[in-house]
């Protein structure tokens, strides 16, 4: 079993719409969770992180997290092109920092 | 603040020669990541140290790779001699310590082995 299992798309939403995109965990003790974008031909770069239960938003991203189901989401409002990345789910055990394999997302136009 | 900073950007060579990566962190940030990206995948946990302590380096190859963090800042990851299927973006990252804390990324650097 991976230990963060993310659906690999692609996701293809037009653009205006909510893009939603999902990512299991195995480990019961993780403790913090993040969202990375990626962009083709580039690094990683930080947009979400969340470490209790519930929503939290940050402008037209909102990441959800449930422990109990080991489960947690992000949700992209009024989709833009520029929002066309790889989304990366990441989760932290104690010093540990593990990645899935992303989901990547079109948004067309 | 200045970003974590890799070098080279790019390499290619050729199977069984070596080649080494360099990282230089955030300043201040005692946790340091190397991964290992393959088109298509996602980062895959190579090494981490903690200061100049390996926390983990269960899925780092050792017949092969090796790194080290001298003075507990900038790291140098090695492949000796490496092999076609190393062929990847080869990632480092940087935070400070704690469980919530978040980890940045450098750009990277691009291995092709042919």
């Known amino acids: 079993q991976k230990e963060v299992e993310q659906n690999s798309g692609p996701l293809s939403v037009p653009e205006g719409a909510i893009a939603s995109l999902n990512c299991t965990y195995s480990?019961?003790?993780?403790?913090?969770f993040f969202w990375y974008r990626q962009y083709s031909g580039k690094s990683p770069e930080l947009i979400m992180f969340?470490?209790?239960?519930g929503d939290k938003e940050d402008g037209r991203f909102t990441a959800q997290l449930n422990k109990a189901s080991q489960y947690v989401s992000l949700l992209i409002r009024d989709s833009q092109p520029s929002d066309s990345a790889t989304y990366l789910c990441?989760?932290?055990?104690?010093?540990?920092?593990?990645f899935g394999a992303g989901t990547t997302v079109t948004v067309r136009a | 603040e200045a970003g974590v900073a890799q070098s080279p950007r790019y390499k290619i060579i050729e199977k069984r020669q070596s080649v080494a990566f360099w990282c230089n962190p955030i300043?201040?940030?005692?946790?340091l990541y190397w991964y290992q990206q393959i088109l298509g995948q996602g980062p895959k946990l190579l090494i981490q140290?903690?200061?100049?302590?390996?926390?983990?380096d269960s899925q780092l190859p050792k017949d092969r790779f090796s790194a080290e963090r001298l003075k507990g800042v900038d790291s140098t990851l090695k492949i000796q001699p490496a092999k076609l299927e190393d062929s990847a973006v080869y990632l480092c990252?940087?935070?400070?310590?704690?469980?919530?804390?978040?980890?940045?990324f450098g750009q990277g650097t691009r291995l092709t082995v042919v």
């Open positions: 990252a940087s935070s400070v310590p704690g469980t919530g804390v978040k980890a940045f």
């Open positions: 480990d019961r003790g993780s403790q913090s």
């Open positions: 969340i470490y209790s239960n």
């Open positions: 990441a989760v932290k055990r104690d010093y540990k920092l593990s």
């Open positions: 300043s201040g940030h005692a946790t």
């Open positions: 140290f903690q200061n100049n302590g390996v926390v983990d």
